[in-house]
T-cell receptor, first 111, second 114 residues
Framework: DAKTTQPPSMDCAEGRAANLPCNHS???????VYWYRQIHSQGPQYIIH???NNETNEMASLIITEDRKSSTLILPHATLRDTAVYYC????????????FGGGTRLMVKP | GAVVSQHPSWVICKSGTSVKIECRSL??????MFWYRQFPKQSLMLMAT?????????EQGVEKDKFLINHASLTLSTLTVTSAHPEDSSFYIC??????????FGPGTRLTVL
């Protein structure tokens, strides 16, 4: 699976949008971009994933560049409960493809 | 999303004993489950891939005789840490793959070996 690069930490003001970048320049054509987050001492929580098109759900939006070499996760109105480590992961489309976790971005939402 | 449970959520044991951790997919069947562990301030590290009805596939450096994995049904995988030692103390997390190829994680099991 392709590697990803994320900033180690970010701050965001409560109520503002949090934009978390991710670089995956070696992504291949059949690999998806997944985002998970992990709140302290809990298992990772699925947020969103995409292949080529931008995606939106009740939690977040995922913007993937046209060349697919980078993406941005957007939390439109961050709350204190969004403080967590956010992982951007590139994964193939088969069930046997595991998720390989990098260092992630530690997002701190501040009042 | 799909629900994955783990039991126990935490366990403290004496050195040399064995500990079994269960991972269940509650509302879906999972042919494939994964086991990870996470040390403090580190990311998740994949230990093994568990496939229903077949032997688990272990990552390099993970001892298969020490970390026994059994995936006897489509909703249950177990990880047994045999002859646990203090260095095995960690946060153990499982995940299960749905029929739609999505992967959901359990809440984790914190193991402390005294």
């Amino acid at each position: 699976d392709a590697k990803t690069t994320q900033p180690p930490s970010m701050d965001c003001a409560e109520g503002r949008a949090a934009n978390l970048p991710c670089n995956h320049s070696t992504i291949s054509g059949n690999e998806y971009v997944y985002w998970y987050r992990q709140i302290h001492s809990q298992g990772p929580q699925y947020i969103i994933h995409g292949l080529k098109n931008n995606e939106t759900n009740e939690m977040a939006s995922l913007i993937i560049t046209e060349d697919r070499k980078s993406s941005t996760l957007i939390l439109p109105h961050a709350t204190l409960r969004d403080t967590a480590v956010y992982y951007c992961i590139v994964r193939g489309g088969n069930a046997g493809n595991m998720l390989t976790f990098g260092g992630g971005t530690r997002l701190m939402v501040k009042p | 999303g799909a629900v994955v449970s783990q039991h126990p959520s935490w366990v403290i044991c004496k050195s040399g004993t064995s500990v079994k951790i269960e991972c269940r997919s509650l509302d879906f069947q999972a042919t494939t489950m994964f086991w990870y562990r996470q040390f403090p301030k580190q990311s998740l590290m994949l230990m093994a891939t568990s496939n229903e009805g077949s032997k688990a596939t272990y990552e390099q450096g993970v001892e298969k005789d020490k970390f026994l994995i059994n995936h006897a049904s489509l909703t249950l995988s177990t990880l047994t840490v045999t002859s646990a030692h203090p260095e095995d103390s960690s946060f153990y997390i499982c995940s299960a793959v749905t029929g739609g190829n999505e992967q959901f994680f359990g809440p984790g099991t914190r193991l402390t070996v005294l």
